[in-house]
């Protein structure tokens, strides 16, 4: 049973920057593609970024794309949401994301593994 655990949240103004990490656990993961979702108050789970499990390859929400990138350490078992230029409407709880297969995808329908989540608020 897979298992994985966010952290790097907190408060930060507009304009700065933070970086979230999730560390996964329980089973293999690096084949895996991986995502970043976000829940605002009273708004869906929304896509931000997604990263495949054997090239690498990204993909990000258009709200975020030039100021976010996604990573992954597969050695550490570990991948990362570089979060820049942030802006209030940034504020949500942020979610890590594993599927069964390789593939990218920016439904939450299509991930099988999820986090606890982390806070991320962004003060004008």
């Known amino acids: 049973q897979g298992q994985l655990v966010e952290s790097g949240g907190g408060l930060v103004q507009a304009g700065g920057s933070l970086r979230l990490s999730c560390a996964a656990s329980g089973r293999a993961f690096s084949s895996s593609a991986m995502g970043w979702f976000r829940q605002a108050p009273g708004k869906e789970r929304e896509f931000v970024a997604a990263?495949?499990?054997?090239?690498?390859?990204?993909s990000y929400a258009d709200s975020v794309k030039g100021r976010f990138t996604m990573s992954r350490d597969n050695a550490k078992d570990t991948v990362y949401l570089q979060m820049n230029s942030l802006k209030p409407e940034d504020t949500a709880v942020y979610y890590c994301?594993?599927?069964?297969?390789?593939?990218?995808?920016?439904?939450?329908?299509?991930?099988?593994?999820w986090g606890q989540g982390t806070q991320v608020t962004v003060s004008s």
């Open positions: 994301a594993a599927r069964k297969g390789s593939a990218i995808s920016s439904a939450t329908g299509m991930y099988t593994y």
């Open positions: 990263i495949s499990g054997i090239a690498g390859t990204t």
